[in-house]
């Protein structure tokens, strides 16, 4: 894991009394409903290889273990677990088959979001506040869902699987995205602390990410219920309780 030191300053990870100046969202589980979709891609590609994805990815292993990796992180520790060579060049081509699957799929069906995120983000937009999102999806997958929705504009700052290599819980991706909220233009009028910056998160993995990169976490329960969220500084039972002024506010 990268040490949290942005321009040479160093910070504790959250004061929760801070306001609100920035807000990065994950996507899969949090704008995005279509953690299914990929279990159910994973699977096809898996058994296009004469894996079985019965064995190797059953519902219950998927949903406590594999949800929050990306792409790459999957395939690798699947093809570990079914004794299989991992090199690169499989990853590559297995993660396209799947993204090439995820993409027709789309195309008939569209991005499923969860009631009330597409009014969320473009609440927060509507204040001013940047915005960023970093997930383990593929980026194609990222643009194309928030283009459909008119959100493109919205995000200052994308940090995708392709921009990252370790996937969540490091925190690599966040500590990019608290960077490139204040290097990319335009500039904050002064340096966006982590502790200033919330996080909206769905599962374990992202939330301890997110916290080892000095964020405030709120998480929702749309992947696993609020009891196994817990170690998030609020939780929510779903994105579409999430009022703009109280998360600016900071308040609990």
């Not at 059953?58 to 999957?74: K, M, N, Q, T």
């Not at 570990?80 to 789309?106: F, H, N, T």
């Not at 998480?219 to 002024?245: F, I, S």
Request: proline share 6%; net charge negative; hydrophobic share 45%.
């Amino acid at each position: 894991m990268r040490n949290l030191q942005l321009r040479g300053v160093s910070w504790a990870r959250y004061h929760p009394l801070a306001m609100i100046r920035a807000v990065l969202f994950d996507f899969n589980g949090v704008l995005v409903d279509d953690e299914p979709i990929h279990l159910r891609l994973f699977r096809e590609v898996i058994a296009g290889e004469g894996i079985s994805a019965e064995a190797i990815l059953p519902d219950e292993l998927y949903w406590s273990h594999f949800v929050g990796f990306d792409d790459r992180a999957c395939f690798e520790e699947i093809l570990e677990r079914a004794g299989r060579e991992v090199d690169p060049g499989s990853i590559a081509r297995l993660i396209a088959r799947k993204s090439s699957l995820y993409q027709a799929l789309i195309r008939r069906e569209g991005y499923p979001f969860f009631p009330g995120a597409v009014e969320l983000v473009r609440g927060l937009a509507a204040t001013g506040t940047p915005l960023g999102l970093v997930s383990g999806a593929l980026r194609d997958e990222v643009e194309g869902a928030l283009r459909q929705e008119g959100l493109r504009s919205c995000f200052k700052v994308l940090v995708t699987a392709d921009d990252v290599t370790a996937s969540k819980p490091d925190p690599e991706g966040y500590i990019l995205g608290i960077e490139a909220l204040n290097s990319v233009p335009p500039l904050p009028d002064r340096l966006l602390h982590p502790h200033e910056i919330l996080c909206i998160e769905d599962t374990a993995a992202g939330i301890e990410a997110a916290r080892a990169a000095g964020l405030t976490v709120i998480a929702v329960a749309h992947t696993y219920p609020k009891e196994a969220l817990q170690v998030a500084d609020r939780v929510a039972a779903t994105v579409g309780e999430l009022d703009v002024r109280e998360i600016l506010a900071g308040s609990p």
